[in-house]
């Protein structure tokens, strides 16, 4: 394989490229998964509505004049068609982009060719089109697949039947010096197993007829397993798999057979009983030590094996995606399973958790050695070389040693070990091997044919150096061979997807005992390593791919990770609801002043004591985390501070998001309006809320106020965002939203009304309770009444609330969206200015007859009341909706002011240095820009410099502003624009009165209040 790989080899090389990017365009697949746009679904009924005719499934194939010709007939249709594109035309681009990846993979694969051919739209949907296959639990498998979307672009026979042939015959990966117990052969060969199942699709007549060979290959590698996983985890049951296949199907009835199923999951059971305890001991405080693991190296690789062979049979041959439950042989054989195995999930899991330790610690301690190995050997080394040359020295009679006689002979012979010793080579480790063996013998030969044994001192230093001789062995054997089996042994890329069953144990687990991630930590690394499989090729090639593809899969790690591990913000937040509820009901607070006799009283012991005591509960919670070290999960390093803040942003989010989905519901037939009663009833719980976090930031230590207002403001730009969609043509996915987030995304709900979200509902409340049919409005006492029951509707305090409930955040999006509202209702007003009126000639024909009267303008127009009242009677058809629109308009700019006053009073007051800055800022801006004008050699803002427009959002959310002097749209000079509006206001004074009192014109019905 390393020849085959060698840079010279051109074979090789391109064969590397082409799995390179196969592996690659599998995790583009699996990336762009989780990006399908909701609408291509057409869940809803309202997407269903409104793109059912434009978004179509494979029977477009089948006809698309059809489809086409049905887009060109409405005019409607093509226009949403192109606001479609605009919005999903990026994310389709890179859809089409992987699909055709795929066509020029296989295109590659059977020309081996180092360049690409090129792939046309044609070949792409041929390779795209229906396979009639769907994953639904119960559907029925297509006839013929799926060999014959394999067929779709042909591959070389001769090609297939020489993979087919490697695999089954070699041991292609080198895998079984790994495993060398045969009872393990099935799980070192399981990759080359998972690569045969797939290739024999390639060739579907092996499966039907060759019995022979599929004799052969179910003997090799499916003698004790049915249940495979053949990439990152996607399992396939091959009793499913292989029904249509006679060949396959006859092959694998001993596999199946009743007693055979009996007799593995028997013996796995009884693995599980004998390897737990032994596991267990293995990890206990102080037994492994350096030198327990040089003599133990074999058994405990050995005990490694087998727990990872016995987790990898039981994780596969029982997990629900492996068998449909419609099936009843499929079920019968699970039943035998679980049964026969005595399987326990928790007992599994337990397992798992104690051999990914081992494992870990084993890897850690081992990698120690290695990295010391050398200087270790060389210390050894000399410390026998010194031993003897000091021998040498007692026995030349100069050294004095009690009873030692001079001994030129053992003077010579010991100086001569040392010199031995001293060549021994560091680099030559078989052959210092073997003479560190000899040089033992030596020295216990020498202690006894010389009478040496009744003298201690020199028995000590020959004992000495034997011992440091034997340590130069075990050094020697410290080799990286052992960390590439335990690499081997230890994949866990199988349970990359079956892992998710054991996340409610994970989590209990968690919750009961919050030290438990600490040993969570080892497993979650040993899952890490199964990234190596689809890196593994991507890396050797040099492919660019390298970082995106490991990122994608460190990130569904980290995605993982945090979903266990949410658990402990969740526990925090239950013990925070209880601590924050008996802090407002039950427990009293302490006046300034208090009755000695009464102290008993505000005590409250038991209350206190349950506080107390919950607060401990967050803090364990907190600890637990935090006990688990930075970590690097692929190539993303995970910190648990980090973790537990996100994972406490997460949980906040969730829950403040929810609470204003449900809080801000509103019944438009209530007789009285919920608006108020709910809004205090919603800053009640936002109160809560910022009280829990008020309360927990010191004992988590986090910084309270900052996540609070960072989250809220997140959540509440993120509704506004969403809910001004509905205004835009080019709208903003969810990942494209920069307040939306992968770690701490904020929770869709399904809408209840028109709007999308609760911002919108609140604001459709609101001009719906002040709607000027209805409601008058007194700009003097900024109140709103009922014109029939002339009773107050509502008044600026509403804002207050407002302000109180959902923050400066909350109201400055309500201003943002009634600003869109405002847009879209003057777009309909141009909209009907030029469809309705200037397109009638009659009208247009009026206009032109009045100005012809009008013109020129010297004094009052002769007959004026005739020549207005025929001209307004005239034209009177068109003032209904150009009434509509200009009280609309006019209503939501009377709500703009007055969220503006309120948001200017509440800067005023909660930060009167940042009022001040930018009234002084925006004053001077005003100024230099007005000089700019009368002299234009002085200084202006250029075109790249953004402070008009930074500033500009900084002085809306403060409230510094006039909405009337705002420009919404800009539009074309409109012809008799300014003659049309005369006529309206001469049309309308009729039905107005000028009130004294007020200093305006009112409706004759708003006098009466």
């Known amino acids: 394989m390393v020849d085959f790989l060698a840079e010279n080899n051109l074979c090789g090389q391109a064969i590397l490229r082409i799995v390179s990017r196969g592996n690659a365009i599998i995790a583009e697949l699996l990336r762009l998964s989780d990006f399908i746009p909701p609408v291509f679904r057409l869940k809803d009924k309202s997407d269903q509505q409104k793109y059912g005719d434009i978004i179509c499934d494979f029977s477009y194939f089948k006809g698309p004049e059809y489809y086409e010709g049905k887009l060109e007939a409405k005019p409607d249709l093509q226009d949403l068609d192109e606001e479609f594109r605009e919005n999903n035309i990026e994310i389709l681009s890179r859809f089409y982009l992987a699909f055709e990846s795929v066509h020029k993979y296989i295109v590659d694969l059977n020309s081996a060719a180092r360049s690409s051919a090129d792939s046309n739209l044609d070949d792409i949907c041929k390779l795209l089109r229906s396979t009639g296959y769907s994953s639904q639990p119960g559907a029925k498998r297509p006839a013929n697949y799926p060999e014959s979307y394999f067929q779709r672009v042909p591959i070389s026979t001769p090609f297939i039947s020489m993979v087919i042939g490697r695999l089954r015959s070699d041991d292609i990966y080198n895998q079984v010096s790994a495993y060398p117990l045969p009872e393990h052969r099935s799980t070192a060969l399981a990759n080359q197993a998972a690569m045969l199942y797939v290739c024999l699709y390639f060739s579907p007549f092996i499966l039907h007829t060759q019995q022979a060979k599929m004799r052969e290959i179910v003997d090799k590698y499916f003698p004790d397993n049915w249940v495979i996983s053949i990439y990152m985890g996607i399992t396939v049951n091959l009793v499913e798999a292989w029904e249509p296949y006679k060949a396959a199907k006859t092959a694998l009835n001993y596999t199946l057979d009743t007693a055979n199923i009996k007799e593995q999951a028997t013996r796995y059971a009884a693995s599980m009983e004998t390897l737990r305890p032994h596991v267990q001991q293995l990890l206990k405080e102080g037994f492994l030590r350096e030198e327990i693991i040089l003599d133990n190296i074999p058994k405990l690789l050995n005990c490694l094996r087998d727990c990872n062979v016995a987790i990898r049979w039981l994780m596969l041959h029982s997990a629900e995606s492996a068998y449909d439950p419609n099936n009843k042989r499929l079920r019968q054989m699970k039943d035998q399973v679980l049964n026969d195995s005595k399987y326990n999930p928790k007992i599994l899991f337990q397992i798992l958790l104690d051999t990914a330790q081992f494992e870990f610690t084993l890897k850690e301690m081992f990698k120690q050695m290695l990295s010391e190995k050398q200087i270790k050997w060389e210390s050894y080394k000399k410390e026998g070389s010194e031993r003897m040359t000091e021998l040498a020295e007692v026995f030349s009679g100069v050294k004095p040693l009690t009873r030692v006689e001079k001994n030129e002979n053992l003077q010579a012979w010991f100086r001569e070990i040392s010199k031995q010793i001293e060549s021994l080579n560091y680099e030559d480790s078989t052959a210092a091997g073997r003479k560190t063996v000899q040089l033992i013998q030596a020295l216990v030969e020498v202690q006894e044919f010389h009478q040496l044994e009744s003298n201690l001192q020199v028995c000590q230093f020959l004992a000495d150096t034997r011992k440091f001789l034997h340590q130069m062995i075990r050094t020697i054997n410290i080799k990286e061979e052992v960390l590439i089996t335990m690499q081997i042994v230890g994949d866990l890329s199988y349970a990359w997807q079956i892992i998710d069953s054991f996340t409610l144990i994970m989590q209990e687990s968690i919750r009961v005992n919050p030290c438990m991630v600490t040993k969570l930590r080892a497993t979650f690394l040993k899952l890490a390593s199964a990234l190596d499989l689809p890196l593994l090729r991507i890396n050797q090639a040099n492919s660019a791919d390298l970082l995106s593809v490991s990122q994608f899969y460190s990130g569904e790690l980290v995605a993982y990770v945090r979903k266990v591990l949410q658990i402990i913000p969740e526990s925090m937040f239950t013990s925070l609801a209880k601590i924050i509820k008996l802090q407002i009901h039950d427990i009293m607070e302490v006046p300034t002043r208090l009755d000695k006799d009464k102290l008993k009283d505000y005590s409250q012991l038991g209350a206190r004591y349950e506080v107390a005591k919950l607060t401990h509960d967050i803090s364990i919670f907190t600890e637990g985390i935090l006990m688990m070290k930075t970590t690097l999960v692929g190539i993303i390093k995970v910190d648990p501070k980090q973790l537990l803040e996100d994972g406490i942003r997460k949980e906040l989010v969730k829950r403040v998001a929810y609470a204003l989905h449900k809080g801000l519901i509103f019944n438009p037939k209530a007789k009285m309006s919920e608006l108020m009663p709910k809004l205090k009833d919603m800053a009640a719980t936002m109160d809560g809320f910022y009280r829990s976090f008020e309360y927990i930031q ?270 919404y749209i800009t539009t074309k000079r409109l012809p008799y624009f300014p003659i049309i509006n005369f006529l309206f206001i001469i049309a309308q004074l009729p039905k107005l009165q000028y009130s004294k009192n007020q200093g305006k014109f009112f409706s004759f019905a708003s006098l009466m209040l």
């Open 698 to 967: 010191d004992y988590v230590s986090i910084y309270g106020l900052k996540i609070w207002q960072e989250e809220v403001s997140r959540i509440i730009n993120y509704n506004v965002e969403q809910e001004c969609n509905s205004f835009l043509r080019a709208k903003i996915q969810d990942w494209q939203s920069v307040h939306q987030s992968t770690h701490i995304p904020i929770p869709k709900f399904p809408s209840v009304d028109e709007s999308a979200t609760f911002i919108g509902r609140l604001c459709r409340e609101i001009l719906r309770i002040t709607d000027p049919k209805v409601t008058c409005y007194i700009d003097q006492m900024n109140t709103w009444y009922d014109l029939k029951s002339h009773q107050e509707v509502t008044n600026n305090r509403l804002f207050s609330e407002i302000q109180n409930t959902l923050g400066t955040f909350g109201l400055n999006g309500l201003d943002r969206l009634l600003c869109f509202m405002i847009v879209k209702e003057l777009q309909n007003f141009l909209t009907m200015i030029q469809r309705t009126v200037l397109r009638d000639k009659a009208v247009v024909d009026v206009f032109k007859a009045m100005l012809s009267v009008v013109n020129p303008i010297q004094g009052i127009v002769a007959n004026a009341s005739k020549v207005y009242a025929s001209t307004v009677a005239k034209t009177q058809k068109i003032w209904g909706a150009y009434q509509e629109s200009i009280m609309k308009v006019g209503q939501m700019q009377i709500l703009r002011q007055q969220i503006a006053n309120e948001l200017n009073y509440s800067c005023k007051f909660d930060s009167k240095h940042l009022a001040a800055a930018l009234e002084n800022l925006n004053k001077s801006l005003l100024a230099d820009i007005e000089a700019h004008y009368q002299d234009p050699s002085l200084p202006y803002p250029k075109e790249d410099n953004t402070l008009l427009y930074d500033i500009t959002a900084h002085l809306e959310a403060a409230g510094i502003h006039n909405p009337l002097n705002k420009i």
